[in-house]
């Protein structure tokens, strides 16, 4: 019956459950009760798919009562009683998203390129009047957005006006001498910045004292050394020159590396670098090398960054390169691929040495732990 109507329906694709039961009803005699004649159509088209006698890929078996029950996963055409079955979101392939990279050709667009540089990581971009990294997830659109928002325009005005107060400064001054001047007392506040160990943001407030001491010159009133420019006076102008004299030192003497790796309060992981060797006077000398920030904390991140902080200095390799010493946790000195054993792979003639005074703290501690327990054990003690 239901092979008879196929061949004769011809439709292509095979006829729908609707087609079939009009043509049994129409050409044979199986009476006038259509709920019947489809109950027996329904369970005599399911044995033919069961045995693959046909394929119907256009016939639903469910009622329309039943496809438009909540577990349905498709849509009904009234007309021709077919499913139309959608594909779920997860069976979709998931499109990858484009995030935008820096392009170096930014800051030369006319509307950015007065506050627009690149940050120091090379990944973002840094806005010079607000002073902090920019998303360009979103590409151009993004700096866009940031230029259009009031605390960008509030900082080009201060940034502007401050600008404008160093250029009648530097106009009003008569002679290089007195520019040297003005450069030296700067350059002496920031040294006792240093020297005292001394926050960045106290050179404001130090400027201010300074110039209300009685009998200050008039290069003294010129000075202008915010946050900022004493920071910048370190990164630019101390560092590189103490940087320069580290290394001409430690060309002609042999160098013991010391490593130290700390995170700060905003749980960047830094690597301090610093070198121990003997001076002109034969005296023991420890200087920073280098301090860097490292992607995380393991041993080969900070291996790396040991030697790119030596590279970078031109005495990689060199075999007056002799010791190396640093703490005994087991990033530095444990049994599962440390950084000692690293160092020692590559540079086979180095002699590590575990800090004294890392060991001393570990033998305090694992002696207290062996000692009494509290005032009650020392009672107990005097009375035996």
Not at 195 to 206: A, G, M, V, Y
Not at 340 to 367: E, F, R
């Amino acid at each position: 019956m239901i092979t008879k109507s196929f061949a004769d329906l011809k439709e292509r694709g095979g006829p729908s459950r609707q087609a079939i039961l009009k043509y049994i009803k129409g050409n044979l005699q199986v009476g006038n009760d259509t709920k019947v004649v489809n109950m027996h159509l329904k369970q005599a088209l399911k044995r033919c798919l069961a045995n693959r006698i046909v394929i119907i890929p256009k016939i639903s078996l469910e009622s329309e009562d039943e496809r438009s029950g909540p577990n349905s996963t498709g849509n009904i055409d009234s007309d021709s009683q077919l499913v139309h079955t959608t594909v779920p979101r997860d069976a979709k392939k998931a499109k990858q998203s484009y995030k935008q990279s820096y392009r170096k050709e930014w800051p030369s667009v006319p509307e950015l390129k007065a506050w627009l540089s690149q940050n120091e990581a090379k990944t973002e971009a840094y806005c010079l009047y607000c002073d902090t990294d920019i998303k360009v997830d979103f590409g151009k659109t993004a700096l866009v957005n940031h230029e259009k928002t009031q605390k960008h325009k509030d900082n080009e005005v201060r940034w502007l006006a401050s600008m404008k107060g160093q250029l009648k400064i530097s106009s009003s001054l008569s002679g290089s001498s007195f520019v040297h001047q003005v450069e030296e007392v700067e350059t002496k506040l920031v040294s006792f910045i240093i020297q005292n160990n001394l926050p960045f943001s106290i050179s404001e407030n130090l400027v201010s004292l300074v110039k209300s001491l009685p009998g200050a010159g008039q290069a003294v009133q010129y000075i202008q050394l915010g946050k900022q420019k004493a920071t910048n006076c370190i990164r630019q102008g101390f560092g590189p020159f103490f940087k320069d004299l580290i290394v001409e030192k430690l060309k002609t003497s042999q160098l013991s590396i010391i490593i130290d790796e700390t995170t700060d309060q905003s749980t960047k992981k830094h690597l301090a670098v610093c070198v121990s060797f003997c001076n002109e006077n034969l005296e023991t000398q420890i200087d920073v090398l280098n301090v860097t920030e490292c992607a995380n904390g393991t041993a080969i991140t900070l291996f790396q960054k040991m030697e790119e902080s030596i590279s970078k200095l031109t005495i990689a390799g060199l075999p007056n390169w002799i010791g190396y010493c640093s703490d005994t946790t087991n990033l530095m000195f444990g049994i599962h691929r440390p950084v000692v054993s690293m160092i020692q792979d590559k540079y086979p003639w180095v002699i590590p040495v575990k800090c004294t005074g890392h060991l001393c703290h570990l033998s305090a501690s694992n002696a207290c732990k062996k000692m009494f327990a509290g005032p009650s054990t020392i009672i107990s003690t005097r009375v035996q």
